[in-house]
């Protein structure tokens, strides 16, 4: 197998205490200030919300074809692992290119609305690739493959990054950033908003994440008080928050301690400009108390705060972990595909409660699809597998790409029930930038193996899931 390996990079303060390491360059240094439409005086708003299911989605088990002879393929394949076909929600009105028709696990009813409303759609058969795959090149090593395939570190990473020939610490959210928050001023909250702490995805040369909870942003809170009755507690507060902002202030010879005092003043002006422009953003739409639709609700009243937070255009990273199902596949997967149905339609009700719904798409991601075959009572790493995207601007309610054969010896099973994919990552990220902002002749520079896979010359879209 040919493989490609870069050396690991960090951030830009890394690069001025003198640590990086030879020859990584600056990964996204060739996106010129023409790239992004959005940098050149658009100011359309939009948000891009990435939900990484972390551990490999059985994604073969959520969207399950239904037509007889798919079917028998599938019942073979995964064996005891395979769902009776009366508990599946029919995708009614649907039947892809070959005429399957389709179901979903029964814990998904609100992912079924979503299809149906033309709100939702699938992405089949999809994962990191640097260039097309055969059966034959795959077993012949004649064939680019992924650094790290099947590993969860490495294909996490490749989901984020979309160069899966080289292991990189910044991702194409984070080249997003660097563009559009090109010289703005430290006190500039970052357009790329984590749910999940630090990650690859939202890290660019020059700008990083900026890292919430499910309550809002995180920083010093001071009691307020406004009762003349109370003015010891008033005083008692000036001073200590004098205090607070003398010791931020002060100029400090030893630069580990000024490095610390400038970061935490940055991050407390932050935390106090994100909690004044969303503490008066309601959401009456009901959402569920697990962790995943409580981020999403936050997310949802950020998108809304996008005028005051001088953030037209947004990014989200969401992290759902728990997915690494060897063992106990099948009540696992439903107790977590539930919460992936309640929360996505919660979002999206939640969105059109605000009237924000017209300027975000949502999409799913996982490290890799799972093997077909069971390995008695769970499945084991794969690599193509089906994800989902929603949203206004998207064409609802189909299935894009490829869905394969599910049964063992086809064109694309290499072992074990594993997968070939049909459909690369960068097809579906070249569409979701292109509406982001970034122009077609610049994908390469983004997504420098795109060409693989799609023309630039041609006048049709690469998956066509996004609308012009």
Do not use: C
Request: charged residues 20%; without cysteine; hydrophobic residues 35%.
């Amino acid at each position: 197998m040919k493989k490609k390996t870069t050396n690991l990079s960090r951030r830009e303060f890394l690069k001025n205490t003198g640590l990086v390491m030879a020859g990584s360059g600056l990964l996204f240094s060739g996106l010129s200030g023409s790239v992004m439409a959005a940098g050149q005086g658009v100011n359309r708003k939009k948000a891009l919300v990435f939900i990484m299911l972390d551990g490999g989605n059985d994604s073969y088990n959520m969207l399950v074809p239904t037509s007889s002879d798919d079917y028998r393929d599938y019942q073979r394949s995964r064996g005891n692992l395979a769902l009776d076909k009366k508990s599946l929600l029919k995708l009614k009105g649907f039947s892809d290119k070959n005429n399957k028709d389709f179901g979903l696990h029964s814990s998904m009813p609100e992912i079924q609305k979503l299809f149906e409303d033309n709100k939702l759609s699938f992405i089949a058969n999809v994962g990191p690739m640097i260039e097309p795959v055969s059966k034959a090149s795959f077993n012949n090593n004649t064939v680019q493959l992924p650094v790290g395939l099947m590993s969860h570190s490495d294909q996490f990473r490749h989901w984020q990054t979309s160069r899966p020939g080289e292991r990189v610490n910044r991702g194409w959210f984070g080249a997003f950033a660097d563009k559009l928050q090109e010289g703005a001023p430290d006190s500039q909250l970052p357009m790329n908003v984590s749910m999940a702490g630090s990650n690859v995805m939202q890290d660019g040369v020059d700008r990083t994440s900026y890292a919430i909870t499910d309550k809002g942003s995180v920083g010093m809170v001071f009691k307020d008080s406004n009762s003349a009755s109370d003015q010891t507690m008033q005083y008692f507060n000036q001073l200590v928050e004098s205090g607070v902002d003398s010791i931020l202030s002060r100029s400090y010879k030893d630069p580990f301690k000024q490095t610390y005092a400038s970061f935490t003043r940055q991050a407390q002006k932050h935390h106090e400009t994100f909690s004044r422009a969303t503490q008066d953003i309601r959401v009456n739409t009901s959402f569920s108390d697990k962790k995943l639709s409580r981020d999403l609700k936050m997310v949802a009243r950020t998108i809304k705060a996008a005028d005051r937070l001088g953030m037209p255009q947004q990014t989200f990273f969401l992290r759902y972990i728990g997915w690494d199902h060897h063992d106990e596949l099948l009540k696992n997967h439903e107790r977590k595909l539930k919460i992936v149905s309640q929360a996505m339609s919660e979002f999206q009700l939640a969105l059109e409660e605000l009237n924000v719904a017209d300027q975000v798409i949502t999409f799913t991601g996982s490290d890799f699809g799972r093997s077909l075959t069971s390995n008695g009572n769970g499945t084991d790493h794969g690599w193509g597998g089906n994800t989902m995207i929603m949203g206004e601007n998207i064409h609802g309610g189909q299935i894009f790409g490829e869905y394969p054969s599910l049964a063992l010896g086809s064109d694309l099973e290499v072992s074990d029930g594993i997968l070939i994919p049909t459909t690369s990552t960068d097809q579906l990220y070249a569409e979701l930038a292109m509406w982001f902002g970034l122009k077609k002749k610049d994908l390469p520079r983004l997504f420098p193996n795109i060409e693989n896979f799609y023309s630039l010359e041609s006048n049709s879209a690469p998956l066509g899931v996004v609308k012009a």
